[in-house]
């Protein structure tokens, strides 16, 4: 008797300990790791495992190729390290390997991206008529935002702007000081971000400069921090998929692909906490 239900409770327990397995989260830096902050901050029973891919950093310049390239071997890790969900933090690694890393992984466990919850909050809104886009060049390039949210919402006017130069400044700690205020007034002053009701921060690393930006506008559009907006959109995917741990039982792991002082020192600006980070290449085929 005993014997024949002890494969039962072998999958039953499986069951219950894969809710406490942890969330992949990844990036093609440190920037992603304001999403990972919101989302330890939004489900504090969860454990993160964080990937910054900063040897190749930054995606915005990166072909489409790469960055799916990049992007598959980055999710393959986090499904070899045991994840239950993986979050595609970064817009640029959303915008063109998201579809790929769902057919390659997606039956296995659940992919999200950060831009579909914050279309989705965009159309629920339904208020606006003109709403700007800031990203990196291969996120405006691939026209993501316009895409998803024109079939949605048929009379909203998408104006998108590249802002290349927003990434590293912030990276390397320039922020809250008269060059990022000058390179953020000159791309806002855009004309092709003129009467704009509301702006999307669509780049991981844009939160960090949120302040600057609702001054440039003196309060006056809504600023759209997708972190907040993603970290609610993971919470709720894991609640319907019945995966949300009941009680934090690992540590968060943070891994790099290339480990420079920088690096670390910057992440305190991103999670708000000092982080060890770990080297570790994963592009060997065997990985
Ligand atoms: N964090 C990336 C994003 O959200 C931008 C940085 C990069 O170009 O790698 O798009």
Known sequence: MRSRFKPLLRIFCFSMNYKNNPIGVFDSGIGGLTVANAIRKALPHETLIYFGDTAHMPYGDKSAEAIKYYSLKIAKFLQLMGCKAIVIACNTASSLAYQDVKDFLGETLPIMNVIDPVVAHIAQQGTYKNIGVIGTKATIKSAVYPK??????????????????????????????????????????????????????????????????????????????????????????????????????????????????????????FFGNKINLQQKNIWANNV
């Not at 000159?186 to 092709?192: D, V």
């Not at 009467?195 to 939160?207: G, K, M, Q, R, S």
């Open 148 to 269: 998803k949210l024109l079939p949605l919402t048929p009379n909203l006017v998408v104006k998108s702007l590249a802002t290349p130069l927003l990434a590293p400044m912030i990276e390397e700690g320039f922020f809250e000081n008269n060059i990022s205020k000058t390179v953020i007034n000159t791309y806002l002053s855009s004309s092709k971000l003129k009467n704009i009701e509301a702006i999307v921060l669509a780049c991981t690393h844009y939160p960090l400069i949120q302040k600057e930006i609702n001054q440039f506008y003196n309060g006056k559009i809504d600023i759209l921090n997708t972190a907040h907006i993603v970290a609610s959109h993971v919470k709720q995917q894991l609640l319907e998929k019945n995966l949300l741990s009941g009680t934090k039982t690992g540590k968060d792991q943070f891994f790099v692909s290339d480990k420079t002082t920088s690096f670390e020192n910057s992440t305190r600006l």
